[in-house]
T-cell receptor
Framework: SQKIEQNSEALNIQEGKTATLTCNYTNYSPAYLQWYRQDPGRGPVFLLL?????KEKRKERLKVTFDTTLKQSLFHITASQPADSATYLCALDMDTGRRALTFGSGTRLQVQP | DTGVSQNPRHKITKRGQNVTFRCDPI?????LYWYRQTLGQGPEFLTYFQNEAQLEKSRLLSDRFSAERPKGSFSTLEIQRTEQGDSAMYLC?????????????FGPGTRLTVL
């Protein structure tokens, strides 16, 4: 069966450390993988997109890797801040007609000051 | 503000009642998506529009659900004879994938509670 797995347990880290979140998938072949941030009671906000032929993408303090052999993406936030506390969702984009996204259940990140 | 807007933000209704939600996408976006999100889960695709045409509906969308986008601008999602299992956050997103990539812009959502 098709699955997208993100760590359902909250990730607690100290301010200034690097947060690493994992997204694993099975029985999908995404052309792209996207990461979104969601705050309580709000809609998701796009952060980064990585293509299947890219290994790594960076944007300011954010870094995403994509390993299509392992079927895994890692999302890193360096020099984390309390304002980074949120739920982070990975989403698979199959690049087929509708281009709707298939989301994981998200990982809650809590950055302690 | 040129972001995606949704109304109402919250709706409480009794089981068996009909409800309608509205989504106003970013004006130049030709694609509009509806998703549903329950607590602790990611958004799940319900349906999408390319301009005014509804091109796909998920199996999650029972015949009690109907969506329209009459002029290719705003969209409505109606749920008839609501059930407690319909309680969720209903999210709308829009984009223009042909020229801007498939990044999706989400609205704040409408939280539905069915008593």
């Amino acid at each position: 069966s098709q699955k997208i797995e993100q760590n359902s347990e909250a990730l607690n880290i100290q301010e200034g450390k690097t947060a690493t979140l994992t997204c694993n998938y099975t029985n999908y072949s995404p052309a792209y993988l996207q990461w979104y941030r969601q705050d309580p009671g709000r809609g998701p906000v796009f952060l980064l997109l990585i293509r299947e032929n890219e290994k790594e993408k960076r944007k300011e303090r954010l870094k995403v890797t994509f390993d299509t052999t392992l079927k895994q993406s890692l999302f890193h936030i360096t020099a984390s801040q309390p304002a980074d506390s949120a739920t982070y969702l990975c989403a698979l984009d199959m690049d087929t007609g509708r281009r709707a996204l298939t989301f994981g259940s998200g990982t809650r990140l809590q950055v302690q000051p | 503000d040129t972001g995606v807007s949704q109304n109402p933000r919250h709706k409480i209704t009794k089981r068996g009642q009909n409800v309608t939600f509205r989504c106003d996408p970013i004006s130049e976006h030709n694609r509009l998506y509806w998703y549903r999100q329950t607590l602790g889960q990611g958004p799940e695709f319900l349906t999408y529009f390319q301009n005014e045409a509804q091109l796909e509906k998920s199996r999650l969308l029972s015949d009690r659900f109907s969506a329209e986008r009459p002029k290719g601008s705003f969209s409505t999602l109606e749920i008839q004879r609501t059930e407690q299992g319909d309680s969720a956050m209903y999210l709308c997103a829009s984009n223009l994938p042909e020229t801007q990539g498939n990044e999706q812009f989400f609205g704040p959502g409408t939280r539905l509670t069915v008593l």
